[in-house]
C-alpha cells in the first residue's frame, strides 16, 4: 500500500512537472500594432464594441492607460522599430520614414535596401529589408533564444509596418499596390512560400475593391463624429466631397489601384485574411517552440490622415476593426486555447486634430510652411556668412547646414546653429530650437528637449530641431499628420492579454520602449540589444 502510495505520488509529480513545463511559455505571440490609434478610441467608440474585440483586450487583459511614445518623431519607421527594439531612435537609428544623409546628399527611407530585389510583386515595391534598424528585435531575440527554430511572420500594407517588427531573422510580407498580391524580397526568400502564392491567387483585393464602403449603422448614429461631408478632410480624386458611400470600383483608377485598400476598412481586412494564412501556412504556434506573428494594421493610417480622428470614416473603421478583431480571438481561442497564447496590442503613433478643424472651434493652431522657412533660412545665412547654400536639408523639422561649405568659408558650424536658432524663434508657430551642439553636450530629463534627444542620432539627426506650437503642423493639405512630442500624438494603446496575463488596468506612465522589456521578460529570452526601455511590473509580476 505505501509503495503503491509513493509511486501515485511520483506520478503526480511527474505530470505536474510536465504541466508546468508546457505552461512555461506560450505556443503563440501576436503582436498586433494599429497605425495611427490614440489611446482613447477604447473610450471614445465602446458603446458599439463587441464583446469579444476591443472591449475584450480591456475587460480580460492588462491596460496601461498612461502609456506614451518618448522620444521624438512620432512616425511609423520608428515606431514599429521602438516597440519590437525596446529603444528609441536615438540607439536603433531609425530616426524618420525617410531622412536626409549627407554623404549620400540625399534622403534614404527607413526600411530601403538596394541591395535586394522584390519577390512576388513589383520591382518598385521589393527593395525593402530591416537593414538600417541598428539593434535587434524581441522577434530576433526569440529567434535566438530557440536557434531559431521559434518561427517569426510579420505582415502589413506597409513594407515598413513589416520589415521593422519582423527583425532581422524573421520573414516580412507587404501589400503590393500595384498586383494587389502580398509580396516580399530577396532579403528573405527567393520566392514566395507556397502558402503566400495560395493566398495571392485567390484575388481578394480586386473582390473588396469590387464594391463599396457604406456605414456599418445608419450614418446619423456616429455621434461620436462631426457631420459626414464638412471641409476639413481630403476627399478622393475623382470626389468634390467626402460623403458615403465610396464606390471603389469607381475610385480605383485616379487614386492608385489596388493602393486604394490601404484608405478603406477592407486593408485590415485582407491584413487579417493573411494572417489565418501565415497561421495555418506556417503551422505557428503548432511546432513545439513559441512562434511570433506580427500584424500591423495600416489602414487606420490612411483613413486617418484623410479624413482626420473626428471624421466618420474613422468612427467607422474602428466598428469594423473591432469586430475582425473578435473574429481573430475567436479564432486563435479554438485553435491554441484560450490562454496559450499571447496577445499585445499598441500603436505606432497616434494623431493630431485637423488644424482647420481646431479653427473653426477657436482652439490656437496653424499650419507650418516649411518652404518658406526654408527660402528665410538660406536668406538669413547668405546674408550672414556670405554667398552660397548654407542649408542642406529641411525635413522632419530638423534643419541640416552644408558642413562642406561652413569649412570652405572658414565658419564654426556652431556658430551657424546658434544664429539660426535665434533667427528660427522668431517665427510664428515654433515654439523652441535645440542645436546638435547641445544635443550631443548635455543630457536632457524632461520637457520636449528630452523626448528630442531621444530621437537625436549622434551620426543621423539634424544640426537643429525644432519643436512647433501645440496643434501647429508641418502640412498644408485637407486632413492631418503626426509627429510631434504632444500628447495626442505620443499617448497610445498598451494592452496585454492571454497567457500569463491577469485581468486589470494600471494609469502609471509607461512608454512603448517597455513592450519588448515585457516580452523578454515574459519568454525567458535576452533583451534587445539596444534595449532602454524597463520590463511592465504590474505584468510580469502580475497584481
Given at each position: 500500500m505505501k509503495k503503491t502510495f509513493v509511486l501515485s505520488l511520483f506520478a503526480m509529480i511527474i505530470c505536474f512537472s510536465a504541466f508546468a513545463q508546457e505552461k512555461s511559455k506560450p505556443k503563440l505571440v501576436v503582436g498586433i500594432v494599429v497605425?495611427?490609434?490614440?489611446?482613447?478610441?477604447?473610450?471614445?467608440?465602446?458603446?458599439?464594441?463587441?464583446?469579444?474585440?476591443?472591449?475584450?483586450?480591456?475587460?480580460?487583459?492588462?491596460?496601461?492607460?498612461?502609456?506614451?511614445?518618448?522620444?521624438?518623431?512620432?512616425?511609423?519607421?520608428?515606431?514599429?522599430?521602438?516597440?519590437?527594439?525596446?529603444?528609441?531612435?536615438?540607439?536603433?537609428?531609425?530616426?524618420?520614414?525617410?531622412?536626409?544623409?549627407?554623404?549620400?546628399?540625399?534622403?534614404?527611407?527607413?526600411?530601403?535596401?538596394?541591395?535586394?530585389?522584390?519577390?512576388?510583386?513589383?520591382?518598385?515595391?521589393?527593395?525593402?529589408?530591416?537593414?538600417?534598424?541598428?539593434?535587434?528585435?524581441?522577434?530576433?531575440?526569440?529567434?535566438?533564444?530557440?536557434?531559431?527554430?521559434?518561427?517569426?511572420?510579420?505582415?502589413?500594407?506597409?513594407?515598413?509596418?513589416?520589415?521593422?517588427?519582423?527583425?532581422?531573422?524573421?520573414?516580412?510580407?507587404?501589400?503590393?499596390?500595384?498586383?494587389?498580391?502580398?509580396?516580399?524580397?530577396?532579403?528573405?526568400?527567393?520566392?514566395?512560400?507556397?502558402?503566400?502564392?495560395?493566398?495571392?491567387?485567390?484575388?481578394?483585393?480586386?473582390?473588396?475593391?469590387?464594391?463599396?464602403?457604406?456605414?456599418?449603422?445608419?450614418?446619423?448614429?456616429?455621434?461620436?463624429?462631426?457631420?459626414?461631408?464638412?471641409?476639413?478632410?481630403g476627399p478622393f480624386i475623382g470626389m468634390d466631397n467626402t460623403a458615403f458611400p465610396y464606390h471603389l470600383k469607381s475610385l480605383m483608377k485616379d487614386n492608385g489601384g489596388f493602393g486604394l485598400i490601404s484608405t478603406t476598412p477592407y486593408g485590415n481586412s485582407i491584413t487579417l485574411d493573411m494572417a489565418y494564412a501565415a497561421l495555418e501556412g506556417e503551422q505557428l504556434g503548432k511546432n513545439g517552440e513559441t512562434d511570433l506573428l506580427a500584424v500591423s494594421f495600416s489602414s487606420p493610417d490612411y483613413i486617418g490622415h484623410r479624413f482626420g480622428p473626428t471624421s466618420v470614416e474613422v468612427e467607422d473603421n474602428y466598428l469594423r476593426l473591432d469586430r475582425e478583431l473578435e473574429k481573430f480571438f475567436a479564432y486563435l481561442d479554438k485553435e491554441y486555447g484560450k490562454d496559450e497564447y499571447l496577445v499585445f496590442l499598441t500603436a505606432d503613433h497616434a494623431v493630431a486634430d485637423i488644424v482647420d478643424y481646431m479653427k473653426s472651434e477657436h482652439v490656437p493652431a496653424g499650419n507650418f510652411n516649411n518652404r518658406f522657412i526654408l527660402t528665410q533660412m538660406r536668406g538669413f545665412t547668405s546674408e550672414k556668412f556670405g554667398e552660397g547654400n548654407w542649408i542642406s536639408n529641411f525635413s522632419n523639422e530638423q534643419v541640416f547646414i552644408n558642413h562642406a561649405l561652413a569649412k570652405e568659408k572658414g565658419v564654426a558650424v556652431e556658430e551657424i546653429q546658434r544664429a539660426l536658432a535665434d533667427f528660427l524663434l522668431g517665427f510664428e508657430g515654433i515654439k523652441e530650437v535645440y542645436t546638435a551642439t547641445d544635443m550631443k553636450k548635455f543630457e536632457y530629463t524632461q520637457g520636449k528637449k528630452s523626448l528630442l534627444q531621444m530621437g537625436f542620432n549622434h551620426k543621423a539627426s539634424g544640426d537643429l530641431l525644432l519643436i512647433l506650437e501645440p496643434a501647429w503642423l508641418s502640412s498644408s493639405y485637407k486632413g492631418t499628420t503626426h509627429g510631434t512630442g504632444y500628447t495626442y500624438d505620443t499617448h497610445v494603446p498598451i494592452v496585454f492579454m492571454g497567457w500569463g496575463v491577469e485581468a486589470g488596468s494600471s494609469s502609471r506612465y509607461v512608454t512603448v520602449t517597455d513592450i519588448a522589456p515585457t516580452l523578454s521578460i515574459m519568454l525567458g529570452t535576452r533583451l534587445p540589444n539596444g534595449a532602454t526601455g524597463q520590463p511592465i511590473l504590474e505584468i510580469v509580476d502580475g497584481k
Amino acid at each position: 500500500m505505501k509503495k503503491t502510495f509513493v509511486l501515485s505520488l511520483f506520478a503526480m509529480i511527474i505530470c505536474f512537472s510536465a504541466f508546468a513545463q508546457e505552461k512555461s511559455k506560450p505556443k503563440l505571440v501576436v503582436g498586433i500594432v494599429v497605425d495611427q490609434m490614440r489611446q482613447e478610441y477604447f473610450y471614445k467608440y465602446q458603446d458599439r464594441f463587441t464583446e469579444g474585440g476591443f472591449k475584450r483586450l480591456m475587460n480580460d487583459g492588462f491596460v496601461m492607460k498612461n502609456a506614451h511614445y518618448n522620444y521624438i518623431p512620432t512616425y511609423t519607421g520608428p515606431g514599429h522599430a521602438s516597440v519590437y527594439t525596446g529603444t528609441t531612435p536615438a540607439t536603433h537609428g531609425v530616426i524618420a520614414n525617410n531622412w536626409y544623409v549627407r554623404s549620400l546628399g540625399r534622403s534614404i527611407y527607413c526600411a530601403e535596401d538596394s541591395t535586394v530585389v522584390a519577390v512576388g510583386g513589383s520591382e518598385g515595391n521589393g527593395q525593402i529589408s530591416p537593414r538600417n534598424m541598428l539593434s535587434t528585435t524581441i522577434s530576433d531575440e526569440l529567434r535566438f533564444s530557440t536557434n531559431k527554430r521559434s518561427k517569426v511572420v510579420a505582415l502589413a500594407i506597409k513594407d515598413r509596418g513589416a520589415s521593422l517588427p519582423a527583425g532581422h531573422l524573421g520573414d516580412a510580407y507587404w501589400f503590393d499596390s500595384k498586383t494587389g498580391n502580398f509580396m516580399t524580397s530577396t532579403y528573405y526568400y527567393d520566392e514566395l512560400p507556397t502558402w503566400v502564392q495560395a493566398f495571392n491567387n485567390k484575388k481578394l483585393a480586386e473582390k473588396y475593391l469590387s464594391g463599396k464602403w457604406e456605414t456599418l449603422f445608419p450614418i446619423e448614429t456616429y455621434v461620436q463624429s462631426i457631420a459626414d461631408d464638412n471641409e476639413f478632410e481630403g476627399p478622393f480624386i475623382g470626389m468634390d466631397n467626402t460623403a458615403f458611400p465610396y464606390h471603389l470600383k469607381s475610385l480605383m483608377k485616379d487614386n492608385g489601384g489596388f493602393g486604394l485598400i490601404s484608405t478603406t476598412p477592407y486593408g485590415n481586412s485582407i491584413t487579417l485574411d493573411m494572417a489565418y494564412a501565415a497561421l495555418e501556412g506556417e503551422q505557428l504556434g503548432k511546432n513545439g517552440e513559441t512562434d511570433l506573428l506580427a500584424v500591423s494594421f495600416s489602414s487606420p493610417d490612411y483613413i486617418g490622415h484623410r479624413f482626420g480622428p473626428t471624421s466618420v470614416e474613422v468612427e467607422d473603421n474602428y466598428l469594423r476593426l473591432d469586430r475582425e478583431l473578435e473574429k481573430f480571438f475567436a479564432y486563435l481561442d479554438k485553435e491554441y486555447g484560450k490562454d496559450e497564447y499571447l496577445v499585445f496590442l499598441t500603436a505606432d503613433h497616434a494623431v493630431a486634430d485637423i488644424v482647420d478643424y481646431m479653427k473653426s472651434e477657436h482652439v490656437p493652431a496653424g499650419n507650418f510652411n516649411n518652404r518658406f522657412i526654408l527660402t528665410q533660412m538660406r536668406g538669413f545665412t547668405s546674408e550672414k556668412f556670405g554667398e552660397g547654400n548654407w542649408i542642406s536639408n529641411f525635413s522632419n523639422e530638423q534643419v541640416f547646414i552644408n558642413h562642406a561649405l561652413a569649412k570652405e568659408k572658414g565658419v564654426a558650424v556652431e556658430e551657424i546653429q546658434r544664429a539660426l536658432a535665434d533667427f528660427l524663434l522668431g517665427f510664428e508657430g515654433i515654439k523652441e530650437v535645440y542645436t546638435a551642439t547641445d544635443m550631443k553636450k548635455f543630457e536632457y530629463t524632461q520637457g520636449k528637449k528630452s523626448l528630442l534627444q531621444m530621437g537625436f542620432n549622434h551620426k543621423a539627426s539634424g544640426d537643429l530641431l525644432l519643436i512647433l506650437e501645440p496643434a501647429w503642423l508641418s502640412s498644408s493639405y485637407k486632413g492631418t499628420t503626426h509627429g510631434t512630442g504632444y500628447t495626442y500624438d505620443t499617448h497610445v494603446p498598451i494592452v496585454f492579454m492571454g497567457w500569463g496575463v491577469e485581468a486589470g488596468s494600471s494609469s502609471r506612465y509607461v512608454t512603448v520602449t517597455d513592450i519588448a522589456p515585457t516580452l523578454s521578460i515574459m519568454l525567458g529570452t535576452r533583451l534587445p540589444n539596444g534595449a532602454t526601455g524597463q520590463p511592465i511590473l504590474e505584468i510580469v509580476d502580475g497584481k
